[in-house]
């Protein structure tokens, strides 16, 4: 994927844009919020391969406080897992 010159160079990369703290989630740094590319930088990072890695901790972690169940832990996390290797091809 090439990337765009007008873009800043962080964008879409979900270690800078969306890391993660020491509280185990992840945050928006305040020099992203004043950015007018936020939102799609933020959907690119989720789309890419790293970014479903978010998805697996968004799933673990509901999985954590009983909102979903096993079964539909691991239905998810296995539909993360075909997608990745998908996008790894």
């Given amino acids: ?3 765009d010159p007008d873009k800043p160079d962080c964008f879409g990369v979900i270690d800078i844009v969306f890391p993660m703290h020491d509280d185990g989630l992840r945050h928006s740094p305040e020099s992203c919020m004043a950015c007018s590319y936020k ?3 933020l959907r690119t990072a989720i789309q890419n391969p790293d970014g479903l890695q978010v998805q697996e901790e968004i799933v673990d972690r ?3 406080s009983k909102n979903i169940s096993f ?3 691991w239905s998810k996390r296995k539909y993360i ?3 990745k290797h998908k996008k790894s091809e």
């Fill in 71 to 73: 079964l539909q832990r």
């Fill in 81 to 83: 897992h075909k997608i």
């Fill in 62 to 64: 509901a999985y954590e």
């Fill in 39 to 41: 939102t799609e930088c």
């Fill in 1 to 3: 994927m090439e990337r």
